[in-house]
């Protein structure tokens, strides 16, 4: 009987273990505003596959195809616009990874019509404050209604931020989303227990970034979408305004969290 209980406890033992080694985030930057999150077997690509880019970073052709071949269960864009999205990228990297989910807008949608097996295609019509939870393999997949900023230029562009539940960990991806007082409470963003969130450098030019980085309650924030100039400013004002911050900027720089 006392053997019984030494090896069930060894067996207890050893799976608090393996949870305990499943407590990393890792958050590694692709290109522009895009990631590849992941944490224990999960991987998930939001707004990293769109084509050469002028202006952004981007991947080119043998970087992208290394990127489709390492697959994901997951890819998600914010929104439609070329820095972000694009449809040959998005739907060469479905028809190569049958099993990968894609989360979208219903703009984006329309793009893939046509180009890949229509049950790998999520999305909804989300309006005002609304929400919509989707669930794949072990992962949440929240997507919340929030328009794009420079909504005079924009206000046709549909935009959504993604709250990404994985193994644990809980981070936010904004896209180009108007980052204001209101949208963070009417999304009720500072209830939601958020891990990293994963913000445009325009927030900058707000006289309230802090403020409203500090409003959403995250532990952790990341600064993406700016091209190498923007490198130096931006970490001058982390520097004074929001000293636990990070960037990522050039492409492949990693955050790592632990617990």
Known sequence: MEKLKNIIIIMVLCTFSKISLATVLNIEHVANSGVKISSGEKSILIDALFEPHKRFNSLNEEENTQLTLQGADVVVATHVHSDHFGNNRVANFLNKNPKTLFFGTPQTLTRLEGKV????????????????????????????????????????????????????????????????????????????????????????????????MKQMNVGQVVFVHMTDNRVKPVSAWIKENLPSANILVTGHEKVSIRR
């Open 117 to 212: 097996t229509p049950s790998q295609l999520r999305t909804e019509s989300l309006t005002a404050f609304e929400s919509k939870l989707f669930k794949h393999d072990g992962v949440h997949i929240e997507a919340l209604n929030f328009p794009h900023m420079g909504s005079h230029v924009h206000a046709k562009t549909q935009n959504y931020a993604y709250l990404i539940e994985l193994n644990g960990w809980k981070v936010l991806h904004i896209g180009d989303g108007d980052i204001n007082e209101n949208r963070i409470d009417g999304l009720k963003l500072a209830h939601k227990n958020i891990d990293v969130a994963l913000v445009h450098d325009r927030c900058l030019v707000q006289q309230d970034c802090a403020q409203r």
